[in-house]
């Protein structure tokens, strides 16, 4: 069946890399993505990988897929309080079109 | 700018009454999407439409209806038989199906 598990929390230092991790059980999934959630409002796409790369790399974001593990996490480096914010990650699968989303990990960064 | 319009941002629905969410696009996109967030869970999906005059139920599109009379909008009507209908509506549109989504900043709906 279709699932994305992430941990609920990760509190990080200011200046601090965070990692957040996502797995997921579809073996079919052709995109995966991040996406980035601030209180009240919609969903901000940070970044994808398709389903044959390993890494992406796009500013202070890596996106790094496991596809034996499925496992994805993506990194933030020198995280900044303006990175606070849920962050989702989401896998889509080819034959249905629809996007199965993680519940989201809350990410807040001290200073 | 281009983008993803939802109105009204907040909106309150008495008992037995039917409550309609507008979506806006112009970014020329052919596919667009409905989603339910309730807290502390993931989104997930009501309908969806690829391609004008034609759209497909989700995994909860019980109690939900949508049309797709023009490629730029794609309204969602909470029906009376949507029996918990308190939550947060995200519209997104991709290009075309299968390719990355983008979401407009929502709807919240309650119930009087």
């Known amino acids: 069946g279709e699932d994305v598990e992430q941990s609920l929390f990760l509190s990080v230092r200011e200046g601090d890399s965070s990692v957040i991790n996502c797995t997921y059980t579809?073996?079919?999934?052709?995109?995966l993505y991040w996406y980035k959630q601030e209180p009240g409002a919609g969903l901000q796409l940070l970044t994808y990988?398709?389903?044959?790369?390993d890494m992406k790399q796009d500013q202070r974001l890596t996106v790094l897929l496991n596809k034996k593990d499925k496992h994805l996490s993506l990194r933030i480096a020198d995280t900044q309080t303006g990175d606070s914010a849920i962050y989702f990650c989401?896998?889509?699968?080819?034959?249905?079109?629809?996007?199965?989303f993680g519940t989201g990990t809350r990410l807040q960064v001290f200073p | 700018d281009g983008g993803i319009t939802q109105s009204p941002k907040y909106l309150f629905r008495k008992e037995g009454q039917n409550v309609t969410l507008s979506c806006e696009q112009n970014?020329?996109?052919?596919?667009m999407y409905w989603y339910r967030q309730d807290p502390g869970q993931g989104l997930r999906l009501i309908y969806y439409?690829?391609?004008?005059?034609?759209?497909q139920k989700g995994d909860i599109a019980e109690g939900y209806s949508v049309s797709r009379e023009k490629k730029e909008s794609f309204p969602l009507t909470v029906t009376s038989a949507q029996k918990n209908p308190t939550a947060f509506y995200l519209c997104?549109?991709?290009?075309?199906?299968?390719?990355?989504?983008?979401f407009g900043d929502g709807t919240r709906l309650s119930i009087l």
């Open positions: 970014l020329n996109h052919d596919a």
């Open positions: 997104a549109s991709s290009i075309a199906a299968n390719q990355p989504q983008h």
């Open positions: 579809d073996s079919s999934s052709t995109y």
């Open positions: 439409s690829q391609i004008v005059n034609d759209f």
């Open positions: 990988i398709f389903s044959n790369m």
């Open positions: 989401a896998e889509s699968m080819f034959d249905t079109d629809k996007l199965i």
